[in-house]
């Protein structure tokens, strides 16, 4: 038989545990503003399928509009092949050029436009759903030897 302390323990436990998951659910509000204007700023720039849900913590953008760089996760719902060929169309629809595509289980695409070069990798959740990950960064210059 189960005391009455323990009871009450256990009680305690279950309602820290609860009080934790409920102070690290996602935020809303000013982020989901601030998530829905980083989605119109590079819309531009690089083409986010209708949808698309920005992963907060996993994405870093530096700079604004057409200059930017850094990193933006999504979650992007669809067959793969139809997020593949989004992508593998609409980036050169934007400016892009392509300049690599591969698709697997893990797609990647790489693709330059002035002075910068993305890397968006896709893979297929198993669940209807795509994680996208895309890497702008400064493209990389030859190096020259001197004399």
């Known amino acids: 038989m189960i005391s009455a302390t323990t009871t009450l323990k256990y009680l305690l436990v279950l309602f820290a545990v609860l009080v934790a998951v409920a102070c690290t659910s996602s935020p809303t509000g000013s982020d989901s503003t601030a998530t829905e204007t980083k ?3 590079l819309s531009g ?6 949808g698309a849900v920005i992963k907060q913590q996993d994405t ?5 509009a ?3 760089l850094g990193r933006i996760s999504l979650s992007v719902s669809g067959e793969p092949q139809a997020v593949f060929t989004y992508f593998k169309d609409g980036m050169p629809a934007s400016g892009w050029t392509l300049t690599s595509s ?5 797609s990647l ?3 330059t436009k002035g002075e910068r070069v993305a890397n968006i990798q896709m893979q297929g959740t198993g669940f209807g759903s795509n994680d996208v990950l895309i ?3 400064p493209a990389a210059r030859p190096v020259t030897s001197r004399p």
């Open 39 to 41: 989605a119109k700023q």
């Open 45 to 50: 720039d690089v083409p986010l399928p209708p």
């Open 60 to 64: 870093l953008v530096m700079s604004t």
């Open 66 to 68: 057409s200059t930017w």
């Open 102 to 106: 591969s698709f697997s289980k893990t």
């Open 109 to 111: 695409l790489t693709v």
């Open 135 to 137: 890497t702008v960064a």
